[in-house]
């Protein structure tokens, strides 16, 4: 049963089954005991009959008829019929009685075993009805009535009552509280996650024994399990942002400390020592730009345009822009147009910068006078832009965090060159914004050398637009 509702409806089917086979088996046995009982009963005073008959007649057999009467222990009330199938106490007698044999039919007919040998008295036993023949030529049938009539009584339920009840409690009582207890442990344990979760306490996990649950309160908590690690990964990674902001405004803000100092120094303050004050104001302006954007794009709050956008075209664009400045550096860019067109939907502008700031990390990483590779690529599975470098690459366990904020990877450039470390973080944020995905591998030889670092960005086919 791997849902709660199967288990919570398996769990009353299963009670009402075993209460209704334990309340069959109970009635079968107090009807079988109560047959019992009546035979057993009915045998002693069928012997007691014929012995007043033998000893006192149809006056004796009277007197033992009223004293059964008033004998409430016993199960039945014995009317007594006589060879004119009248009650010898004018009882009344029960529908349809059948009729009272005419004769004795001999004695000495009867199987002996059926029989038990009184004073002038024979009884024959066999049946619900025993027959009294006296030496007179009188006989008796006897003939038991249950002292308790109705539905109830026939069905056993009078006697058996007081045990059904108790089954049913039993039961009911058993299989409902380890249906309460299946329910109610992974409860507690959901709740006390939650309120350590709410203390702050972001290490608190659901136990092993809720998360092994196979219906939807185990999906629940492997669920809340995610959310937890997720909260911790974004709370930390909040932490660690306004520790890499406050790192990297510090630096600018003391270069341009040390040059109004400078300048306050110097009759006529030096051109190169503006300049300088002019760059540091334009890194800044950079980063607090980057830090927004990431921001206003993780957050949803990007007002992005959604239109029909040729990739090929748009590759075009960024790739003759970076070809210009890849030619002041003795880098190259390696461009090659698709042979048919290629679109999505999205916003322009972002999508843009996304693959240009993947190409100029690219040129920035790639050793002066080799070459990126720009490639347009589509499969079944969608759209691809792969950017190729042959740079040093990036250690394999910085690989999943290349796509954080202020992650440098080996191989990343010094401040000097311009890198802040948003570009692609910038770039991963627009994607997932798109509803696509970016990732980076190190491209690697035969003999496992590393021959420079791979980025691709992808759009799954739903999002693609066909050609027209």
Not at 267 to 275: G, R, V
Not at 304 to 310: A, K, V
Not at 401 to 415: I, K, L, M, N
């Amino acid at each position: 049963m791997n849902r709660l509702f199967v288990r919570i409806f398996g769990a009353f089917f299963l009670t009402l089954l075993l209460v209704l086979a334990g309340a069959v088996a109970i009635t079968t046995w107090t009807l079988n005991e109560r047959e019992a009982r009546a035979a057993r009963e009915l045998q002693t005073a069928a012997e007691q009959a014929a012995e007043a008959l033998a000893l006192r007649g149809r006056t004796g057999l009277a007197d033992w008829a009223r004293t059964q009467q008033s004998q409430t222990a016993t199960t039945a009330v014995i009317l007594v019929i006589d060879d004119l199938g009248r009650e010898i106490l004018q009882r009344p007698l029960p529908p349809n009685p059948s009729p009272a044999p005419a004769t004795n039919a001999a004695a000495a007919d009867l199987d002996e075993e059926f029989f038990g040998d009184l004073p002038t008295v024979a009884l024959n036993l066999p049946g619900a009805r025993p027959m009294l023949y006296s030496e007179d030529g009188e006989h008796f049938e006897l003939i038991p009535v249950p002292r308790v009539r109705g539905p109830l009584a026939a069905i056993g339920l009078r006697e058996s009552a007081p045990a059904l009840l108790l089954l049913a409690l039993v039961v009911t009582a058993l299989i409902s509280g380890a249906l309460a207890r299946s329910i109610t442990d992974p409860i507690v344990d959901l709740q006390s996650t939650t309120e350590s979760l709410a203390g702050g306490k972001l290490d608190s996990r659901v136990p092993a024994r809720t998360l092994r649950r196979r219906d939807e309160l185990g999906r629940f908590s492997r669920s809340l399990d995610s959310m937890a690690e997720r909260l911790a990964r974004l709370v930390n990674a909040r932490d660690e942002l306004l520790r890499n902001v406050s790192h990297e405004l510090r630096s600018p803000l003391t270069r341009m400390r040390l040059a109004i100092g400078l300048t306050r120094q110097a009759a006529q303050p030096p051109a190169d020592t503006l300049e300088r004050i002019e760059t540091e104001i334009a890194r800044l302006d950079r980063l607090i730009g980057g830090v927004l954007d990431v921001a206003r794009l993780d957050s949803g709050h990007a007002d992005l345009q959604r239109e029909r956008i040729d990739l090929g075209d748009l590759l075009a664009s960024v790739a003759q822009d970076a070809t210009f400045e890849a030619a002041s550096t003795s880098r190259h860019l390696d461009w090659q147009p698709p042979s048919d067109s290629c679109c999505i939907e999205g916003d322009r502008h972002w999508i843009a910068a996304a693959i240009e700031n993947v190409v100029r990390n690219a040129l920035r990483h790639t050793p002066a006078g080799s070459t990126v590779m720009l490639r347009l690529e589509r499969s079944m599975e969608g759209i691809d832009v792969v950017v190729s470098d042959s740079g040093a690459g990036i250690a394999p366990k910085d690989l999943s965090r290349v796509f954080e904020p202020f992650q440098r990877g080996t191989g990343s450039v010094p401040d000097s060159q311009g890198g802040i470390g948003l570009g692609l973080a910038i770039t991963a944020s627009v994607m997932k914004a798109h509803g696509g995905s970016v990732s980076a591998r190190n491209r690697e030889a035969s003999d496992g050398s590393v021959l420079g670092l791979e980025i691709r960005l992808s759009w799954p086919s739903q999002r693609s637009i066909q050609d027209v």
